[in-house]
C-alpha cells in the first residue's frame, strides 16, 4: 500500500474546504503552482485521483472525500497539539482568547475585569462574544464560557452555575406591585419568552393569558430594557446581580425556575490546555468570582 506524503494533507485539506487551488494557494500563503504540485504529488503517491476538475474548480470526488474524512481527525489533533506546544512555551505572549455570551460578558464578566487585571497582571484576556457555538480549535480559541448541557465534542467541561431564573424588574415596577399578589404581574408589560412566562405562572399556581410586549435573542439587551421601566422580565439570577446589589434591578418573587446543569454555564477547554497556567488562573478566578457572586445573592434574597 502506498504511504500518504504527509506534509501535502494540510494542503489537501484546503483544497478540499475552498473547491480552488488559488484560494486554497491564498489562505496558505503558497504559490498556486506549488499548491497545484502538491496536489499531483499526493495523488501520483497513493495512484489515484482525489478530485473531479470543474473548470476552475476542484471538487473531491468519492475517494477524496473518504480521505478527508479519515484524515481530518488526525489533522484537527496535530492543530490542537500545536497550539498547546505554543502556549506552553509562551509563544505569542500570556494571554487567553475566550468566546462567550454577549450577555454574560456585558452583565457579568466585565465588571470583574479589573480584579482578574490585579490578580492576574501578566495574563491578558481576548474576548469575542457570539451567539455561535464555535470550533476552538479552528477558530483558535484557548476556552468557551457556554451555556448549555456541557457536552461538546473534543472538549473538556467544568460546570460553572446553574444560576435559575427569577423575575425582576424596575424599582417603580416593584413599588407598582408592593402588597399586590403575583397574579399582578400578568397586568404589567412581560418582556422574552411567552413559553417561559407560562412556566413561572403555573409555577405560582395562576392562571394568566402571557402576551410578551417584546422578545430579544439576547438577555443583556432584555434586562437594559428592564432597568428603563419598559417591562418585567425573568432572568438568569447572576446576570442581574449586579444591578440587584445596586438597586437598578428589584427581585419581585422568591420563586425560581431551575436551570439545572443542562441549561448551566460552563467553561469549554481542549484537554490538551487543561494545565496550561493562564487557563488554570482563568478556571480559578471564574470559579472564586462566581463563589462571591453567589455570597451577595444569597445576603440579597
Known sequence: MARLPLNTLPTFRAVAARANLRAAAEELHLTHSAVSQQIKLLEQQIGFPLFDRRGRRVVLNAAGAALLRAVEPALAQLDEGLRAAAAASGAGGQ???????????????????????????????????????????????HAALRQGDGQWRGLQSLCLTDSPFIAVGSPQAAQRLRGRDVAALADEPLLGNIAMWQRWFALQGVRARVNPVAAFNDAGLMLQAVEQNLGLALSREILAADALRDGRLVRLSPSVIDAGLGDAYWLAFPPALADWPPLRALRQWLVDELAASQQELQALR
Not at 482568547?97 to 495574563?123: K, N
Not at 481576548?126 to 451567539?131: A, G, K, P
Not at 464555535?134 to 480559541?141: I, K
Open 95 to 141: 494571554r487567553v482568547r475566550l468566546t462567550l455570551l454577549s450577555s454574560f460578558a456585558q452583565r457579568w464578566l466585565l465588571p470583574r475585569i479589573g480584579r482578574w487585571r490585579e490578580r492576574h497582571p501578566d495574563i491578558g484576556l481576548e474576548l469575542h462574544t457570539s451567539q455561535v457555538v464555535v470550533d476552538l480549535p479552528r477558530e483558535g480559541f
